[in-house]
C-alpha cells in the first residue's frame, strides 16, 4: 500500500523507525555531560576519602563513607561494624557490602575485636573496640521504619530515601508522615522521632519548611490546662486544627534574620485570632508548653555546670511571650567574652502536626549557642547541630572542590579531545561509546543478581575484553587477503 493511501492520523513504518533513531541519537556532548554527572556524584561521596589509606588513624572523623560487611558481620548477629573507604577496597573487596554513604564521628573498625581475627590488611595493629561508635540498623543492612534493605526487590514502589540528620537513618518519603517539599525548598529533614525528642526545637519550627499545626499535640501538658468554658475549649479546638504554612517569601526573609521565626499565630488565621477568650485559652497553652520544655532542660543540665538556670516564664501580651534570660555565673574565662544573650526569649513556641520536619538550608546558623542552649544540645547528645561542617552539604562540597584542584574534569578532558575530531571521527566515537555501553550493562549485570562488589580488576577484565573485540573486528579476513 502507498503512502498515499494511509489514513490520516496514522505514520508509516519508515517514519517510526526515523523517530525510533531520532530518540535513541546520543551526541558525544551528551555522552561527556552523563559522564560528568556520575563523575560529581561520585566525587561528593567518595571525593574526600582516602582510597589507598585506612583512616583508623585520624581517629573519629567529623563525617565520611563508610560500609557495612555483612560477609565478616552476618545481619542476623547482634554485633555491628563499619568499615572505611580504602577498607572496603583492600580488606573486603569481594564480600557482600552495605553501602552506608557517609556517618559522622566515626572510627573505622575494619580489624578489630568485631572481626574475630580477621586483621586490617592496611593497619592491623588497632585498639578492641570503637567506643565512641554510634550504630544503627543500617549497618545490617535494613532502612526506615519498614525495616527492609534499599533497594528493595520485593518493593514494587520506586521511592526515595531521605536520611534524618539526627539519627542518620534513612527513610522512604511514604514512611515519614510528612509531605515532602520540593527538593530546592528545603535542606535537611528530621524525621517525627527526633524531633520529639527534642523539644527546644519547637522555639524554631517558624523557620521549618513543613507544615505547621496550631494544635497541642502530643505535649501531655495541655491536658492541665483549666478551661473555664466547654465552649472556650471547643473554640480554641477548633482554631488550632488549621494547619499554617508559611509563605516561601516570609519564610526566606525570617531565615536572614536572627530575632526569630514567622507569628504564625498572626498569619493565615486572622478570621479567628482577634477572639478574646480563644487567645486567653491559647496564652494558656503557650505558657504550659513554655514551662514543659523550661522542664526539660533544666532537668538536663548537670548539677555541677557553671550554668544557674533561671529562665522563668513572664507574663507578657499576646503578641510577644518571652522568657527571662538565663541567669550565668561567670567564671574566669567568661569574664573575658562578651556574655550571649539567650535567643529563647525572642522566639515562641510554635506547636506541630506529626511527622518528620524540613528545615532550610542554613537553618543551624540560626540556632541559638548561648551557654545554657549548648549545654542542653550536649545532653540530647546533638551538639553537632551548631556545626556547619557537619552537614552532607558540607561534606559533599569538599569532595568536589578536591577534585577540581585536582585537574581537569573528564567533561573538559573530553570537550577538549571532542574539538580535535572531525564530523567522522566523531560518529565512530558515538558509535563505539553505544557499543560499550551496551556491553558493560551485560557485564554488570551478573554483579548485580549475585550482589557481588566491583572490583578494579573486574573493570580491567572488561577493556580487556573490549580491546581482543575491537582487534578482532581489524583484523583482515583470510579470504580477503
Not at 557495612?68 to 577496597?89: F, I, M, N, Q, W
Not at 527538593?183 to 505547621?212: H, R
Not at 569532595?399 to 585537574?407: F, H, M
Request: net charge negative.
Amino acid at each position: 500500500m502507498s503512502n498515499d493511501n494511509q489514513p490520516s492520523g496514522s505514520m508509516s513504518t519508515e517514519e517510526n523507525d526515523d523517530q525510533d533513531n531520532e530518540e535513541n541519537i546520543v551526541t558525544m556532548v551528551d555522552v561527556l555531560k552523563a559522564e560528568e554527572t556520575l563523575e560529581e556524584n561520585a566525587d561528593a561521596v567518595l571525593g574526600p576519602g582516602d582510597d589507598k589509606n585506612c583512616t583508623y588513624n585520624e581517629g573519629y572523623l567529623k563525617r565520611q563513607a563508610l560500609y557495612s560487611c555483612l560477609t565478616c558481620l552476618p545481619a542476623d548477629k547482634s554485633e555491628r561494624a563499619g568499615v572505611c573507604l580504602a577498607c572496603s577496597y583492600h580488606c573486603h573487596s569481594d564480600h557482600d557490602l552495605v553501602e552506608l554513604y557517609t556517618k559522622r564521628n566515626f572510627r573505622c573498625d575494619c580489624g578489630n575485636s568485631l572481626f574475630k581475627g580477621n586483621k586490617c590488611a592496611l593497619d592491623p595493629i588497632k585498639s578492641e573496640t570503637n567506643e565512641n561508635n554510634s550504630y544503627n540498623q543500617n549497618f545490617h543492612g535494613v532502612y526506615c521504619r519498614c525495616q527492609r534493605p534499599y533497594p528493595d526487590p520485593e518493593d514494587p514502589e520506586d521511592d526515595e530515601m531521605i536520611q534524618c540528620i539526627v539519627c542518620e537513618d534513612w527513610f522512604h518519603t511514604r514512611h515519614i508522615d510528612s509531605s515532602v517539599p520540593k527538593e530546592d525548598d528545603y535542606g535537611e529533614m528530621i524525621c517525627d522521632t527526633c524531633t520529639d525528642k527534642l523539644p527546644f526545637l519547637q522555639y524554631y519550627l517558624g523557620y521549618a519548611v513543613s507544615k505547621i499545626t496550631n494544635t497541642a499535640g502530643k505535649n501531655e501538658s495541655s491536658e492541665n490546662i483549666n478551661v473555664d468554658d466547654d465552649h472556650q475549649a471547643d473554640t480554641a479546638e477548633k482554631q488550632m486544627s488549621n494547619k499554617i504554612s508559611p509563605s516561601k517569601e516570609s519564610a526566606a526573609s525570617k531565615a536572614t534574620e536572627i530575632n526569630g521565626p514567622v507569628n504564625q499565630e498572626n498569619g493565615t488565621n486572622t478570621d479567628t485570632v482577634h477572639d478574646k477568650d480563644t487567645l486567653e485559652t491559647n496564652d494558656k497553652l503557650q505558657k504550659t508548653q513554655e514551662k514543659h520544655i523550661l522542664e526539660d532542660t533544666k532537668e538536663n543540665v548537670p548539677e555541677n555546670s557553671v550554668v544557674e538556670e533561671k529562665h522563668e516564664l513572664t507574663d507578657v501580651t499576646n503578641e510577644e511571650r518571652v522568657m527571662d534570660s538565663a541567669m550565668i555565673s561567670p567564671s574566669k574565662e567568661s569574664d573575658k567574652c562578651e556574655e550571649k544573650e539567650c535567643l529563647l526569649k525572642k522566639l515562641k513556641i510554635l506547636p506541630r502536626q506529626s511527622g518528620a520536619t524540613f528545615w532550610p538550608e542554613g537553618f543551624r546558623k540560626l540556632l541559638c549557642t548561648c551557654v545554657l542552649c549548648m549545654e542542653t544540645y550536649k545532653n540530647h547528645n546533638v551538639s553537632f547541630l551548631t556545626d556547619e561542617e557537619d552537614t552532607v552539604r558540607s561534606y559533599e562540597d569538599k569532595g568536589k572542590l578536591r577534585k577540581r584542584e585536582a585537574g581537569p574534569t573528564q567533561y573538559e578532558r573530553g570537550m577538549e579531545a571532542l574539538s580535535s575530531l572531525d564530523r567522522v571521527q566523531q560518529m565512530e566515537a558515538i558509535l563505539g561509546y553505544n557499543e560499550m555501553k551496551t556491553h558493560l550493562s551485560e557485564y554488570l549485570t551478573k554483579f548485580v543478581q549475585n550482589k557481588k562488589v566491583v572490583r578494579e580488576e573486574d573493570i580491567k577484565e572488561f577493556f580487556s575484553g573490549m580491546q581482543a573485540r575491537k582487534r578482532q573486528k581489524l583484523d583482515i579476513p583470510y579470504s580477503c587477503r
